[in-house]
């Protein structure tokens, strides 16, 4: 192991700190916080510090903590898309996640023709030293973290082998946090965010169920079966791709929680214990306002929508060994039968009575008094043309 210097003392300190409080009390912006305060204090020239983790998740890339000098910590995300640009290919946290090697550089006399165009912004804007090291976690995986000097002085040999020496110590601390944000970022992705946070509080064993009220949105897209018969198998995926994308990005901007893709189908909800009766109805009318807008703006996506409020069972179900997180009971077997009568009928967007008594009357259209398969009782329908957020 090389010398540390006599004029920093806190080395091991600093690691114990780092394996021991650090990794079991704070949260990883906390820990990038002090973490670089205690190397200012031992007067290392820290600048900016930025420590990037992998994802295991199919649309976030990378999340991470950057720490600015006077500015405190932030956390950020990468987008996975990103991971496959310029941003990230040939960058410095490229090399040291493949040769598993520090990287450094001077940020004094840069070349523009061989230097990544990441080293060319962080000397634009001041930086005159960069290095780049390694942070490996027990599971084989390599993340990165950089340290950048601003003014005078660049960082002695002394301070490298320092920050070198001290990640292990850094990785130790980060580790616990980031398996599990890894985790909760794959719950959620494939869950959904609700029922990713109950499966982690500990909804884990069939039967894991408790019946909440909802306002519970269905969309299914129109020609799906014939699109799927007439187009190759990759342009079909494509045309699904963009419609949930339009959907759910509008469910998830109004705090809706999407549960399920039944093949063309997306089953989401909006709880009415968090906002209350009425504003969970108009939050899903909002989010499938703005899907619809987004849809007819691609031109080419086409969808139905169907609408019901009412208590729903929210849990696990399955066999002993595959479970679901789902909602089931009355409330959406309804919607599903609001479905079949909007595909049936050439309505783009249905809702139930129930529904229509929380929105102004200029936001529904009575369509009569209907037979559906299924429904013990006739059920009055209406359409939805908005909203309703103004009588």
């Not at 040769?99 to 804007?125: G, I, M, N, Q, W």
């Not at 340290?147 to 110590?169: A, K, Q």
């Amino acid at each position: 192991m090389p010398q540390i210097p006599q004029r920093l003392p806190c080395v091991l300190d600093l690691a114990r700190w780092l394996a021991g409080p650090a990794r079991t009390t704070l949260a990883p912006a906390a820990i990038v916080t002090e973490y670089c305060e205690r190397l200012l204090a031992a007067g290392v020239p820290l600048w900016r510090v930025r420590v990037g983790q992998r994802l295991a998740n199919p649309l976030i890339g990378v999340w991470g903590v950057k720490w600015v000098r006077g500015a405190g910590a932030e956390a950020y995300t990468v987008p996975h898309r990103i991971l496959a640009t310029r941003s990230y290919s040939g960058s410095p946290f490229e090399q040291v996640n493949t040769t598993r090697a520090s990287f450094r550089r001077s940020l004094r006399h840069l070349d523009p023709a061989l230097d990544h165009h990441v080293l060319l912004e962080v000397a634009s804007e001041g930086g005159t030293d960069y290095l780049a090291i390694p942070i490996m976690y027990g599971d084989g995986s390599v993340q990165g973290a950089s340290f950048t000097t601003y003014g005078l002085r660049d960082f002695s040999p002394e301070e490298v082998c320092l920050i070198e020496e001290l990640g292990p110590f850094l990785a130790a601390a980060l580790e616990p946090a980031a398996m599990r944000r890894s985790s909760e970022s794959l719950l959620q992705t494939y869950l959904g965010e609700g029922p990713a946070k109950r499966v982690v509080a500990g909804a884990i064993r069939r039967g894991d169920c408790f019946e909440i009220e909802a306002a519970v949105l269905l969309t299914d897209l129109r020609g799906y079966t014939s699109l799927s018969q007439q187009l190759p198998p990759d342009q079909v995926l494509e045309h699904l791709d963009r419609y949930l994308e339009v959907v759910v990005g509008a469910v998830r901007a109004e705090g809706g929680d999407v549960l399920k893709f039944i093949g063309d189908g997306i089953l989401s909800i909006f709880s009415v214990e968090e906002s209350g009766q009425a504003e969970a109805t108009r939050q899903a009318c909002r989010a499938l306002d703005a899907a619809l807008a987004r849809a007819h703006e691609e031109g080419d996506l086409q969808f139905v929508a169907c609408l019901h409020i009412g208590p729903v069972t929210y849990g696990n179900i399955g066999s002993p060994d595959r479970l679901d997180f789902t909602v089931v009971g009355p409330t959406v077997n309804l919607v599903s039968r609001l479905e079949a009568f909007a595909k049936s009928t050439g309505n783009v967007a249905v809702c139930s009575r129930e529904v229509a008594a929380l929105l102004p009357s200029a936001a529904t259209h009575a369509l009569g008094t209907f037979a559906l398969k299924g429904v013990p009782d006739e059920q009055m329908i209406f359409s939805l043309h908005g909203s309703g957020e103004h009588p």
